[in-house]
């Protein structure tokens, strides 16, 4: 049952994030939106999830960072831009 739960999380990951990188393509999203970042924080969580599990270091590391980055957007917000 573990097993199908990590194989879930994976599937679930790539999901999120390449649908996060269609919506920002076809501009419905914007790659500053909330939306987007937690779309790509949850969607690396479930890659680290099924790359650790499977021992898949480079690709558990990527995630790592990835979600990092996503999890600063959503913690310092959008930048302040000047005119």
Do not use: D
Request: hydrophobic letters at 55%; charged letters at 5%; a positive charge.
């Amino acid at each position: 049952m573990l097993k199908v739960l990590i194989e879930i999380a994976g599937w679930a990951g790539m999901v999120l994030i390449l649908g996060a990188y269609f919506l920002v393509t076809i501009g419905r999203l914007s790659g500053r939106s909330r939306t987007y970042q937690w779309l790509n924080v949850v969607g690396s969580c479930g890659f680290l999830i099924n790359s650790g599990w499977y021992h898949a270091l480079p690709s558990a590391a990527l995630n790592l960072v990835w979600m990092g980055i996503g999890a600063y957007a959503l913690i310092a917000g959008p930048p302040v831009r000047s005119s």
